[in-house]
T-cell receptor
Framework: DVKVTQSSRYLVKRTGEKVFLECVQDMDHENMFWYRQDPGLGLRLIYFSYDVKMKEKGDIPEGYSVSREKKERFSLILESASTNQTSMYLCASQGPPTYEQYFGPGTRLTVT | QKEVEQNSGPLSVPEGAIASLNCTYSDRGSQSFFWYRQYSGKSPELIMSIYSNGDKEDGRFTAQLNKASQYVSLLIRDSQPSDSATYLC???????????FGQGTRLTINP
């Protein structure tokens, strides 16, 4: 079974703080994704990565950056957290042959 | 035109009945289609994937794909209260590995 873990289930940060969200997968998948999910807006793609040290912007990259130094780990960074970044953050992993996406448990981030 | 259309519900179905969830998509180049189940406060869980026209059955779940009409359906037979959740459809956009997700249909199974 694919296992995707995220560093925290709940996180509370203050406006202006730098926030790191980490995601680790154990299936040697090439592709990893970061989404945020908000009521009424569905899942929105922030960034994704097809390989180590590679990253591509998704639909809403503003205010975020990512890092992928190792194949199994994909980090999302909020350089200066703002209240409008309060959300559920979901990481997903994807690989051959089916390219199904598997999600981690999510991190509910609150920025005050 | 939206890339994917999915009735947000809520859809209410009595226990033991068949629940039918539908999704239409706009991209004729899509090759892979997925259904996810998401319980409140939890992350999406993959329950079905389908790649070719026709039906695919897995236990009480049947996925149906019609590429000509550009829709994908999920049938849940013998619905149980534990099936109450939001169901998301997803597909690959233009054959790429990135997925497009629907907004989700909230399903409630009434005992």
């Amino acid at each position: 079974d694919v296992k995707v873990t995220q560093s925290s289930r709940y996180l509370v940060k203050r406006t202006g703080e730098k926030v790191f969200l980490e995601c680790v997968q154990d299936m040697d998948h090439e592709n990893m994704f970061w989404y945020r999910q908000d009521p009424g807006l569905g899942l929105r793609l922030i960034y994704f990565s097809y390989d180590v040290k590679m990253k591509e912007k998704g639909d809403i990259p503003e205010g975020y950056s990512v890092s992928r130094e190792k194949k199994e780990r994909f980090s999302l960074i909020l350089e200066s957290a703002s209240t409008n970044q309060t959300s559920m953050y979901l990481c997903a992993s994807q690989g051959p042959p089916t390219y199904e996406q598997y999600f981690g448990p999510g991190t509910r981030l609150t920025v005050t | 035109q939206k890339e994917v259309e999915q009735n947000s519900g809520p859809l209410s179905v009595p226990e033991g009945a068949i629940a039918s969830l539908n999704c239409t998509y706009s991209d004729r180049g899509s090759q892979s289609f997925f259904w996810y189940r998401q319980y409140s406060g939890k992350s999406p869980e993959l329950i079905m994937s389908i790649y070719s026209n026709g039906d695919k059955e897995d236990g009480r779940f049947t996925a149906q794909l019609n590429k000509a009409s550009q829709y994908v359906s999920l049938l849940i037979r013998d619905s149980q209260p534990s099936d109450s959740a939001t169901y998301l459809c997803a597909f690959d956009f233009q054959g790429a590995q990135k997925l497009v997700f629907g907004q989700g249909t909230r399903l409630t199974i009434n005992p």
